[in-house]
């Protein structure tokens, strides 16, 4: 089960989640209980489509979701002084780990004045969301390395076949 991107994944722009020591802890608590662990995968799935939903669609159903998970996720975590800021850390590592950091996340991008720069990469193949912050604001696709050659290669090809 993956579940999330990592540096060495297919989606190398993407922020990794988590670390490589707790992405293996992790695998190794949902292959001790698998029922566990594949309905912590789901929760984490739904918070994706939720996530897609408040961010892309503004639906307030999907924001009143993430609220709540927030909350939940809130009452897990403490407040821990790294360098020069103030991080929120889970206690421990679980197979719930990978929703709450997440939730985090999507919930400071929800209340960040950087939302509009949000944008859908417009491969028919991908769908991931991204925030566009180059100069011109006028990026097209998450990846310019993976779905910018695709688009590039599969324009040239239809100009030249």
Same mark, same amino acid.
């Given at each position: ?11 190398? @722009? ?7 020591? $707790?992405?293996?802890?992790? *695998? ?7 029922? =566990? ?7 984490? &799935?739904? &918070?994706?489509?939720? +996530? ?11 924001? $009143? $979701?993430?609220? @709540? +998970? !927030? ?7 403490? &407040?821990?002084?790294?360098? @020069? ?10 197979? *719930? ?17 950087? =939302?509009? *720069? =949000? ?10 969301? !991204? ?11 998450? @990846? ?12 040239? !090809?239809?100009?030249?076949?």
């Amino acid at each position: 089960m993956t579940w999330v991107p990592t540096k060495d994944s297919d989606c190398p @722009s993407q922020y990794p989640i988590l670390s490589d020591t $707790e992405t293996a802890h992790i *695998q190794r608590l949902a292959s001790a209980q698998p029922r =566990l662990g594949a309905a912590a995968h789901r929760r984490f &799935l739904q &918070l994706r489509e939720s +996530a897609y939903e408040a961010l892309v669609h503004d639906l307030p159903d999907a924001v $009143e $979701e993430l609220t @709540s +998970a !927030y909350r939940t996720t809130l009452h897990k975590a403490h &407040l821990r002084h790294e360098g @020069s800021s103030w991080a929120w850390s889970e206690r421990s590592i679980t197979l *719930q780990t990978p929703h709450d950091r997440v939730t985090r996340h999507v919930i400071a991008l929800l209340t960040s004045p950087h =939302l509009g *720069q =949000l944008h859908q990469c417009e491969d028919a193949a991908c769908g991931w969301v !991204y925030l566009d912050t180059s100069p011109r604001r006028n990026r097209r696709w998450c @990846s310019a390395a993976d779905c910018g050659n695709r688009n590039r290669a599969r324009r040239y !090809y239809a100009r030249h076949h």
